[in-house]
């Protein structure tokens, strides 16, 4: 695989970005790209930070964890992006930026204690499960509530928002009102902001659907194969 066409790409991704911003009269500064990196080598995330991206995902914490490793850029980025386990959390913990895939309240405790280890701090999103669809995870919205309430007593976490993935489909507008629901949980837990709450990233929006996701609400969408190429 050739990765020459990074640059191509995300200018290509950047400019769809902004038109759907536009269409949505929203600013297209507020919306973050994550170049979701997964499974592809580290020759791609090198072509992509000289293209200037800097925010990057994974869905695998010991993949992200090596890249963290043998790409030692200051200002890369990194997501953590996939299901979490708690045995493996302590492979990021002390260095991830940012984790969007919090569905349970016990990895904010295992997320808290590593990284307190290092002193260092995680920007985390709880992850919703938008799609009722059982293999993805995610809270219940019901939930949410109480795990936003049960985050407030760490210090080494900020809960910056919230993630949703919508079910896969060719019709990205199959899955609108998925999006829209995400927006809605996130609009009605504001209230909830103070201390180490701070719900302002609303995380949603793949290679498919993420012009939906922006007119929707969307400020960090989470693109991989139409950066990357497709993936096996
Ligand atoms: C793989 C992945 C993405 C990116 O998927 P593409 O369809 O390649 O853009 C986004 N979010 C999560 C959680 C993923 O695992």
Not at 9 to 30: C, F, T
Not at 67 to 75: A, G, L, V, W
Not at 203 to 215: Q, R, Y
Request: with cysteine; charged share 25%.
């Amino acid at each position: 695989m050739n990765y020459s066409n990074i640059k191509g790409n995300l200018e290509s991704i950047q400019n769809r970005i902004n038109e759907a911003a536009m269409r949505a009269n929203r600013d297209p500064k507020d919306i973050k790209l994550i170049a979701v990196s997964k499974t592809k080598p580290n020759e791609a995330i090198l072509n992509a930070l000289e293209a200037g991206q800097l925010h990057f995902g994974e869905n695998r914490m010991q993949e992200l964890q090596s890249k963290m490793d043998e790409i030692p850029n200051e200002q890369a980025q990194w997501h953590m992006i996939g299901t979490m386990q708690s045995n493996k959390i302590k492979y990021i913990a002390h260095r991830v930026n940012w984790i969007h895939s919090v569905g349970k309240a016990k990895y904010l405790n295992e997320i808290d204690k590593r990284a307190g280890q290092s002193d260092h701090h995680v920007n985390v999103l709880i992850q919703i499960n938008i799609s009722d669809e059982d293999q993805k995870s995610g809270c219940d919205i019901r939930d949410l509530e109480r795990i936003l309430e049960q985050a407030r007593q760490y210090e080494h976490i900020t809960v910056k928002g919230l993630m949703g993935m919508a079910r896969f489909t060719n019709n990205p507008e199959e899955v609108r009102s998925e999006f829209a629901l995400l927006k809605s949980a996130f609009d009605s837990h504001q209230y909830l902001n103070g201390g180490n709450i701070d719900l302002t990233e609303l995380s949603m929006g793949m290679s498919n659907d993420f012009e939906v996701a922006i007119e929707e609400g969307a400020t960090m969408v989470r693109i991989g194969s139409a950066i990357f190429g497709a993936r096996n």
